[in-house]
């Protein structure tokens, strides 16, 4: 028999199943309600004018200012931090949280097979282990000797974590900056028409339209999609960093060889009140 598989067997219920610290991913409501509430509130304000749906969709308008802001993002972003934003922001649908207290559980009991078995031991039981940055943290854990040198390439790990989601909410905060004043542009370009044939009543119309339609797209694409999507995105990484920065912790006590019970007793600060409450 492998000294892998002699781990497995000594040791077959010391590390719980991952899938509790790490849930199926699941379509983020609140995300959802939050869109349906704003779109559902500027239909009903439309409505209650009096004025037709039907006149807010200008194709000319559109044209404007959703190929102006893309225009603006390629501008701005590197091609590869724009494609990194875009998958950001499709994530966004889902999500994906973390239990921290049964992450605490989970990392405890990687604990108590190493204070057992060996740092070693812990490496065959990381094959099922589905929490990547865990899983991630303690291979580097196996790897290192120097427990400096663990500590910088694991705080390393985090503050780049965190770097990429600030990129990404800054890329669409630039966007949504530049949308508003592309919505003026289309606005200038309507009464442009409007000056052009001041004597025909239905170019006057059309460019009317084009010109305040291109502000509330303008202003819409803004405050309703690209400045909020950046909002959930350092939402999401703060929730994150501290799920890393528990896992860090966990990983370093893990590596100094700590009790289980002192790691308990300062895994337990990462948790909010009410996981504490809960949890005595």
Not at 156 to 163: A, G, I, P, S
Not at 184 to 203: C, K
């Amino acid at each position: 028999m492998s000294t892998s598989a002699a781990i497995l067997k000594d040791v077959p219920k010391s590390v719980p199943q991952s899938a509790a610290a790490t849930p199926a991913r699941r379509l983020d409501t609140s995300m959802l309600a939050g869109i349906a509430i704003a779109l559902g509130a500027a239909v009903a304000g439309i409505a209650a004018t009096g004025v037709k749906l039907a006149y807010f969709f200008q194709p000319t308008a559109a044209l404007i200012v959703l190929g102006g802001t893309l225009g603006v993002m390629f501008i701005t972003t590197p091609l590869e931090a724009l494609v990194h934003a875009v998958r950001r922001v499709v994530g966004l649908v889902w999500t994906r949280e973390v239990n921290p207290p049964e992450l605490i559980e989970e990392i405890i009991s990687y604990v108590r097979t190493a204070r057992t078995s060996g740092l070693l031991s812990i490496e065959p039981l990381l094959e099922r282990e589905k929490t990547v940055f865990l899983k991630d943290a303690l291979l580097t854990a196996i790897d290192l000797h120097q427990r400096n040198e663990l500590h910088a390439a694991l705080e390393t790990k985090v503050r780049l974590r965190e770097r990429e989601g600030e990129h990404d909410a800054k890329t669409l905060e630039v966007a949504g900056g530049f949308a508003p004043t592309i919505g003026v542009l289309g606005t200038v370009i309507g009464l442009i028409d409007i000056l052009r044939q001041f004597s025909n009543v239905a170019s006057v119309a059309n460019g009317i339209g084009i010109a305040f339609v291109s502000t509330i797209y303008g202003l819409g694409l803004a405050n309703l999609i690209l400045l909020p999507a950046a909002q959930r995105i350092r939402a999401r990484t703060a929730t994150e960093f501290e799920a890393h920065e528990l896992v860090m912790e966990g990983v370093m006590c893990l590596f100094d060889g700590l009790h289980p019970s002192m790691v308990r007793e300062r895994l337990s600060s990462f948790l909010r009140e009410p996981a504490l409450r809960k949890s005595a």
